[in-house]
């Protein structure tokens, strides 16, 4: 699935539309446009559907099924089962470990840096 950002920033490079030229489109800034096309941008679906449209293209949204065998169900069901405080010890202990790991990155990084 792509992202917000990209699906702003190819439509408006499709359309050999600078920044500028899509945020006058829009009625709106540069820097707006630059904001939807940063990673992590999460704009409205009416926010989006109007840069690509100002783009010439238009956005069409599909609802579908997972394809079969990307979603291993038996761990979806056996979490269900989890209590809130059993889902909670995992994640501590799981945050625990991410520490550990980027620890050990850091120090690794800091032998060969």
Same mark, same amino acid.
């Given at each position: ?6 699906? #702003?920033? @190819?439509?408006?490079?499709?359309? +050999? !539309?600078?920044?500028? @030229?899509?945020? /006058?489109?829009? +009625?709106?800034?540069?820097?707006? $446009? %630059? ?12 926010? !989006? /559907?109007?840069? #690509? ?5 238009? &956005? *069409? $949204?599909?609802? *579908? ?9 038996? &761990?979806?069901?056996?979490? #269900?089962? $989890?209590?809130?405080?059993?889902? &909670?010890?995992?994640? #501590?202990?799981? =945050?625990?470990?991410? =520490?550990? !790991?980027?620890?050990? %990155? *850091? =120090?690794?990084?800091? =032998?060969?840096?």
């Amino acid at each position: 699935m792509k992202s917000a950002a990209s699906i #702003v920033r @190819e439509a408006r490079r499709a359309a +050999g !539309l600078t920044q500028a @030229e899509l945020a /006058r489109r829009m +009625g709106t800034t540069q820097s707006a $446009v %630059a904001r939807l096309e940063r990673e992590g941008a999460n704009p409205r679906l009416a926010t !989006l /559907r109007e840069a #690509v449209r100002a783009t010439g293209r238009y &956005l *069409d $949204v599909v609802v *579908d099924d997972y394809p079969p065998g990307s979603i291993d169900e038996t &761990l979806t069901a056996r979490y #269900v089962r $989890v209590t809130p405080a059993e889902r &909670l010890r995992s994640f #501590v202990g799981a =945050r625990g470990s991410i =520490r550990e !790991l980027a620890r050990a %990155a *850091d =120090r690794s990084r800091e =032998r060969t840096g």
